[in-house]
């Protein structure tokens, strides 16, 4: 199955974050807060969610933290990522990582 050619339709965003063992809790609580912000700054954001791993698989690779962000189109991730004010929080979120994974992909359902 092809995925959807084409610039245009949404667009999710995924992070796979593992925070730095040292990154406090009301660090972390606070930079979630700034991500999830980042809606009201960038016009092409039109949604933000996040939650940790509660898997029972136990195939998370070390990753905790995932945070999914949605936009209009791929032109509208790339606004995102060169927003200045994407550019200012992803300095701070990358700083307090160990390990992060990012895909960009197009939602299809299965018919």
């Not at 949404?10 to 807060?33: C, N, S, T």
């Not at 996040?50 to 990753?63: A, P, Y």
């Not at 991730?77 to 004010?85: C, D, G, N, Q």
């Amino acid at each position: 199955m092809a995925a959807a050619a084409g610039s245009g339709g949404m667009v999710k965003h995924l992070v796979l974050a593992r925070f730095k063992e040292e990154a406090m809790p009301e660090a972390l609580d606070q930079l979630i807060r700034r991500y999830g912000g980042l809606v009201h700054a960038v016009p092409s954001m039109k949604a933000f969610h996040w939650g940790t791993d509660v898997s029972i698989e136990n195939m998370h690779q070390g990753f905790t933290h995932v945070f999914e962000s949605t936009f209009e189109s791929t032109e509208g991730v790339k606004e995102y990522v060169y927003h200045p004010a994407h550019v200012e929080f992803a300095t701070d979120f990358l700083g307090s990582t160990e390990k992060v994974l990012i895909i960009d992909f197009k939602p299809a359902a299965v018919n």
